[in-house]
T-cell receptor
Framework: GESVGLHLPTLSVQEGDNSIINCAYS??????FIWYKQESGKGPQFIID?????DKRQGQRVTVLLNKTVKHLSLQIAATQPGDSAVYFC???????????FGAGTRLAVHP | DAGVTQSPTHLIKTRGQQVTLRCSPK?????VSWYQQALGQGPQFIFQ???????QRGNFPDRFSGHQFPNYSSELNVNALLLGDSALYLC????????????FGPGTRLLVL
């Protein structure tokens, strides 16, 4: 079946440390993998995406790694800040349309 | 440049009633998707509209229906509301089916009593 899941439901880090949020997916036919950040009371906010034919992509303070061999996706946040505290979702899309399949989410808590 | 907007922000209904939620896509976007997000869970895809037609549909009953207007705005209708329909309803827009990275609105919080 279709599923995009996460290894850890919560992650607590110290301000300034690097954060790594992990995600496992089950369908090898996905076209894109996308990370979203959702703050309380808001809709998901696009962070970064990666095409299925890539294994790494970098943005501002964020890096997404894709390991298709083990169907694993990770989001690395450098120098984590209090404003990074939120729930993070990985999602996948396939089939030429941008229907997103989300996992349950990981809550990131950044402590001063 | 306004992003995706949704109305209303909050809504309370009783079982059996009908509800209509509204969405205006981000400027330049022509594709609108609707998602249901239960508390503590990830969003679940309901359906997607492009060129005023439903292009894809998730695993939701026929009680959930929608519409897209010529100006690309969209409505989500839910009939015969159940308690389990209580959720955050998210609208997302993009520039055509197949483009990655949908932009989400703030959502409409629906509570069914």
């Amino acid at each position: 079946g279709e599923s995009v899941g996460l290894h850890l439901p919560t992650l607590s880090v110290q301000e300034g440390d690097n954060s790594i949020i992990n995600c496992a997916y089950s369908n090898s036919a996905s076209d894109y993998f996308i990370w979203y950040k959702q703050e309380s009371g808001k809709g998901p906010q696009f962070i970064i995406d990666i095409r299925s034919n890539m294994d790494k992509r970098q943005g501002q303070r964020v890096t997404v790694l894709l390991n298709k061999t083990v169907k694993h996706l990770s989001l690395q946040i450098a120098a984590t800040q209090p404003g990074d505290s939120a729930v993070y979702f990985c999602a996948e899309t396939r089939g030429g349309y941008n229907k997103l399949i989300f996992g349950a989410g990981t809550r990131l808590a950044v402590h001063p | 440049d306004a992003g995706v907007t949704q109305s209303p922000t909050h809504l309370i209904k009783t079982r059996g009633q009908q509800v209509t939620l509204r969405c205006s896509p981000k400027s330049g976007h022509d594709t609108v998707s609707w998602y249901q997000q239960a508390l503590g869970q990830g969003p679940q895809f309901i359906f997607q509209y492009y060129e005023e037609e439903e292009r894809q549909r998730g695993n939701f009953p026929d009680r959930f229906s929608g519409h897209q207007f010529p100006n690309y705005s969209s409505e989500l209708n839910v009939n015969a509301l159940l308690l389990g329909d209580s959720a955050l309803y998210l609208c997302a827009s993009s520039s055509g089916p197949g483009s990655a990275g949908e932009y989400f609105g703030p959502g409409t919080r629906l509570l069914v009593l």
